[in-house]
């Protein structure tokens, strides 16, 4: 050592912390200094700037959990459809099994099918408006991303 010491102005400490998700298991936690005689201005940009950067992560994140949500909700329609149409393939199978006069139909499904169908059609409707306000929340994330890049 050459017995020289370097003095280190005093800082002003500045943290930011944001917690993701409700269980509190993902957290941004982001952290600085500034020098001690900053003037507030200065102050406040670092710290708009630190939130700007946060807003971003923090969406990144929930875009992340809509896209999930959404094919998820996706995936579950696609397997109610599927499930309509097997009832119906049954149905049809059982009418003519049974040697049934006349062409098989909707109205010749039985009353358990139908009360079935008509517990699945209300899914499907609460299904499609979840993925409509979830591809809405999708498509407002995104957009607070690309304008936190652009900024």
């Known amino acids: 050592m050459s017995g020289h010491t370097?003095?280190?102005?005093?800082?002003?400490g500045i943290s930011y912390k944001t917690t993701l998700d409700k269980e509190g298991r993902r957290e941004i936690?982001?952290?600085?200094h500034l020098?001690?005689?900053?003037p507030l201005t200065t102050i406040n940009e670092v710290l708009d700037r630190i939130a700007k950067a946060v807003d971003r992560q923090a969406a990144v994140y929930e875009l992340e959990q809509a896209n999930v949500q959404r094919d998820q909700?996706?995936?579950r329609l696609h397997e109610m459809e599927a499930q309509v149409a097997n009832t119906h393939e049954l149905s049809k199978a059982r009418w003519d099994a049974e040697n049934r006069k006349g062409e098989w139909s909707e109205e010749k499904l039985s009353a358990p099918?139908?009360?079935?169908l008509s517990g699945i059609s209300?899914?499907?409707?609460?299904?499609r408006e979840?993925?409509?306000?979830?591809?809405?929340?999708i498509d407002r994330l995104e957009r607070?991303?690309?304008?936190a890049v652009e900024s």
């Open 29 to 32: 936690v982001m952290q600085g």
């Open 144 to 147: 607070v991303i690309a304008a």
């Open 113 to 116: 099918e139908r009360n079935a």
């Open 122 to 127: 209300s899914s499907r409707i609460k299904y």
């Open 6 to 12: 370097e003095v280190i102005p005093a800082a002003l």
């Open 73 to 75: 909700m996706v995936d």
């Open 130 to 137: 979840g993925i409509e306000q979830a591809q809405a929340t």
């Open 35 to 38: 020098p001690i005689d900053a």
